[in-house]
């Protein structure tokens, strides 16, 4: 079945599959060329309104075919024999069902399926990974309907898990009517979900949109530190009709690597999503008036909801870095890319666009590169001096 067909109405979740496909394709190439064993853990595995009926349009069925994409590109090149190993997990019997007959159907992979809630099953996980051995590494998918089921001191011992990488669908969508709420029992779900209660300071009295930052990065740090994580990023994934966010997808690691293959899932992950949104919004405009249009939809598109976005997101990425040069005058250039991607919507050729500027007025120096070297990498010892 075409995208079309596999998502028209949910382009919501085209844009979450894009980014877990295309994360999921270079990572499991890249940790498998170290790693014997790669463990994909789906604690929310669906299936969810899948079309598909050998669900491709399920998380499950995406993260199996990279695994094994990756497992077989590395066999041919470089001899390897990885190993793969799945945990699906699913609270809904209907849907547990067809996940277990897909899961039943896979003869190249040791799998194993619950039907439970995620409550229920963290010491099955945690024992599952654990029997992968010491050459295997772990990623986890946390993908739940709403803000309950995956309290922070819940996933607890999955962020914990070392070595191991989470993404983690964050429904601002659903959070955010509720997130100012006086029913004491509305508060206390969001304390255990964000895992404090120190989040009702920051999202108080702010203008929608910061909260929902406040809201998204309060989460964010906390199951970084709960994790132990040294770095994470998250994309923002928008209504497909309307101007606002559906959710926020969190990615924690404890390896750079690992944000730049994210990064780079999130740049694509945009351009998808405009086309997506314009189809959308046509369809809608096509229905309520009742006649075709004469241009095609990415024509007709208005995209001032994203580009306004995307400045907004490189203006605080650009003010974060400027603010570090200086204070600190002098920074490694791995530091300072860090910073700037930290950021959603933000990427590294902005910031070699910025170096770009900043070193034409005088005010940087990049030290360390070579004679011939026209822009700074990572790993090379590249310093950017504030002057
Ligand atoms: C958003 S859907 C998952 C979609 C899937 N990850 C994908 O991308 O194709 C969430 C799924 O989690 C299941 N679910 C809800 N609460 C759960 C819980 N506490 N534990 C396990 N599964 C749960 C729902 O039945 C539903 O199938």
Redesign the pocket.
């Known amino acids: 079945m075409s995208n079309d067909e596999l998502y028209t109405g949910r382009e919501q979740?085209l844009v979450?599959?894009f980014i877990l496909q295309k994360y999921l394709e270079r990572f499991a190439y890249i940790v498998g060329s170290h790693w014997d064993t790669l463990t994909y853990v789906?604690?929310?595995?669906?299936?969810?309104n899948?079309r598909s009926e050998k669900f491709e349009?399920?998380?499950f069925a995406i993260a199996l075919k990279e695994l094994r994409n990756a497992r077989n590109t590395l066999a041919k090149q470089r001899g390897r024999n990885v190993q793969m190993r799945c945990f699906f997990?699913?609270?809904?019997r209907a849907?547990f069902a067809k996940l277990k007959e897909f899961a039943d159907s896979v003869k190249d992979a040791e799998i194993e399926t619950r039907n439970a809630?995620?409550?229920e099953s963290i010491p099955d996980i945690s024992d599952f990974v654990k029997r992968g051995g010491a050459k295997a590494f772990p990623f986890v998918?946390i993908?739940?309907?709403g803000w309950t089921?995956f309290e922070m001191e819940t996933i607890a011992p999955l962020l914990r898990l070392n070595p191991g990488e989470v993404l983690i669908n964050f429904m601002t969508s659903h959070i955010r009517r509720f997130l100012d709420s006086p029913q004491e029992e509305t508060q206390e779900s969001f304390k255990r979900l964000f895992g404090s209660g120190e989040f009702r300071a920051k999202v108080q009295g702010v203008a929608q949109l910061e909260r929902e930052d406040a809201a998204v990065e309060e989460y964010a740090r906390n199951a970084r530190l709960v994790g132990g994580f040294s770095f994470g990023c998250n994309a923002i994934v928008l209504h497909p009709e309307k101007d606002r966010t559906h959710f926020n997808l969190i990615y924690l690691t404890r390896n750079l690597k690992g944000i730049e293959v994210f990064k780079d899932a999130e740049k694509k992950a945009m351009e998808v999503q405009e086309a997506a949104r314009a189809e959308a919004q046509q369809r809608k405009r096509v229905a309520s008036k009742g006649q075709s249009e004469l241009f095609g939809s990415r024509e007709l598109h208005d995209s001032t909801h994203y580009e306004f976005l995307r400045e907004r997101y490189l203006a605080k990425a650009r003010s974060l870095v400027l603010r570090a040069l200086e204070s600190k005058r002098r920074l490694l250039y791995d530091d300072v890319w860090t910073l700037a991607l930290s950021e959603p919507m933000s990427w590294e050729s902005d910031l070699k666009q910025w170096i770009e500027e900043w070193k034409d007025d005088g005010r940087l120096e990049v030290t360390g590169m070579k004679p011939r070297q026209r822009v700074p990498h990572r790993n090379e010892q590249i310093y950017l001096n504030w002057k």
């Open positions: 979740t979450k599959h789906d604690c929310f595995s669906g299936p969810w899948a349009d399920s998380s997990l699913e609270k809904n849907a809630t995620l409550e998918f993908d739940p309907t089921g």
